[in-house]
Each structure stands twice: as C-alpha cells, then as structure tokens.
C-alpha cells in the first residue's frame, strides 16, 4: 500500500473512533450524559456497602467515628480545643467537610483506572467517571449533613438566616472538588502509584487546613502563629481550610464572633474570595487538564 495509514484515511474520510472532539462538543457530549452520571453514581453510592452489615449506615458512622477519634486526642489529651467555643461542632463540622474533599480527591485519581473494562467497551466521554464520583461524595455528604446539624443544635446553636448560606459553601466547594478530582483521575489514570502516596498527602494536608485546631486563635499574640504572619496568610489561602473555615463561619455563631476578634484572621468577605477564586480556577483547569488526554486513556 502506497503512502501511510494518516494518507490512507485522509484519502477515505475515515477517522479514529476515540479521537479527541473539539472543546465545545465536548462539553454538549458531557452535558448529554447527565443522566448517565447520576445512575452511575447513585450506583456505586449503593453497592459501596453491600458487603457490610450495617450498610448504608457508614456513611454516617465513618466520619462521626473519626470525629470522635480526634476529639479524645487531640481535644482531650492535646487540648487543641482549649479556649475555642463550641469545639465539638467545630470539629465535627471541619472533619465533615474536609472529609468532603479528602474522598472526591482519592477517588477521583481511580476513576478511569478502576473503569477501564468500562472504557474499552463503550464510547463516552470519560469526564463523565470524575463528574460521576464527585455526585456519589455529594450524596454522601448530605446524609452527614443531617448528623452535622443535628450537633450544631444539640450544642445550643439557634437556627438561623446565615445557615441557609452553606448551601453556595457547598456548591463551591464541589466546583472545586470536581476539578481537583479531574487533575487526579488523568495523573491516576497514567500512574497508579499516585493512589499509594495520597493517604500521606491527605494526612498532611488535614494537618495544615485547621480541620483539628483553631487557625486564628494561633494567630493571636502569644499562639504560635504569631511570629509567622506570612506563614498564618499562607494557611488562610489553603483550599481546604477555606471551604472548612467558612462552613464553621455559617453554622456557628459564637465561633464566627470569637474569630471576628482576632485581627488578622481572614474576615468572611476574604474566604468568600477565596472559595470563588478556588472552584473557578480548579474547576476550568482541572476540566481542560483533563480533557486534553481524552484519547490516552484506556489506551496501553
């Protein structure tokens, strides 16, 4: 045969069946498969606990068990929680909410390399594994949403306007999840050893995104945050402490006057900034970063 396979099909009008469409189409195609992604998801969101027991139930238990874990040591035996008002709801609300994040994020990096028989049979587009895991932590999260606020009130917290606003918290941060989710199924898809090291990274980043302790009240004149300004702004910046600082900023108000107090705690008009800057950023580069390898994977 005269010329190269490229000729051939140039010559015949044939195309390759998995080859990346234009950004635009792309996104219809997306679009077009959301039914797809919330049977997908609500799917897996059920046989992830078929094998147990308890079932459904530890979508409940999970967080309020690592909750509880943290409280006894570093509530009781650290005192972290020394001075903070409402501790337990704060905590409870920063291990939820962090807890959020942490899933879409280990998840989303085994999205296509746990799918790929599903990859190879069919034709889709493979945006719609991420999309799908990050609809299954949705529907996690507002079942632990429900314990969350039942602590809120057992604690004393009256209901309020401001609570309602948890609810564009959320949506950021799933923008956000979403498109972290996306930077981590094309690096999984390619290197599976990725999904070894994130329970270390996870670790980490809970230890530096106040989920445990309280950022500000370190910030204050003698806390150990103090003598670091540039450091406590670095921390404030931090995706995950944002989205979890203004959970607690919405759902408790004693904890929302306690840090109005402190002067260079990041004010609510700071982390609102912060939490817009985040999911639209992370969310438009993690889809491009994605889709850019739309024809890679599945592949090798």
Request: net charge positive; glycine share 10%.
């Amino acid at each position: 045969m005269n010329g190269t396979l490229a000729d051939y099909a140039a010559r015949y009008g044939l195309r390759q069946s998995a080859a990346r469409p234009p950004l635009r189409k792309y996104i219809q195609d997306v679009w077009a498969r959301r039914n797809f992604i919330w049977a997908f998801a609500s799917a897996k969101n059920i046989s992830m606990y078929t094998d147990s027991r308890l079932g459904q139930v530890w979508q409940l238990l999970t967080p309020m068990l690592n909750a509880g874990v943290y409280y006894l040591i570093f509530g009781l035996l650290l005192g972290t929680g020394r001075g903070v008002p409402d501790f337990i709801p704060f905590l409870v609300t920063g291990v939820f909410l962090f807890g959020f994040t942490q899933r879409s994020l280990t998840s989303g990096a085994k999205s296509v390399g746990d799918n790929l028989s599903l990859i190879r049979a069919l034709h889709f587009p493979r945006a719609t594994l991420p999309f799908a895991i990050a609809i299954v932590e949705v529907q996690q999260l507002l079942l632990a949403l429900v314990v969350l606020f039942a602590i809120v009130f057992a604690f004393g917290e009256p209901i309020s306007f401001q609570m309602l606003l948890l609810v564009p918290v959320v949506g950021l941060q799933l923008m956000f999840n979403v498109g972290i989710s996306m930077v981590m199924a094309r690096l999984g898809a390619f290197n599976r050893d990725i999904t070894q090291l994130l329970p270390f990274v996870m670790r980490v980043w809970m230890y530096a995104s106040g989920v445990i302790f309280c950022l500000p009240a370190m910030m204050k004149p003698g806390g150990r945050l103090a003598d670091y300004p540039w450091l406590a702004e670095l921390m404030q910046f931090n995706p995950a402490y944002v989205f979890v600082e203004l959970s607690r900023y919405v759902l408790l108000g004693e904890y929302r006057n306690f840090v109005g107090g402190i002067p260079r705690a990041a004010s609510a008009g700071q982390l609102w900034l912060y939490a817009l800057v985040w999911a639209g950023v992370m969310l438009t580069g993690g889809f491009l970063f994605f889709y850019r390898a739309e024809e890679r994977y599945g592949r090798g």
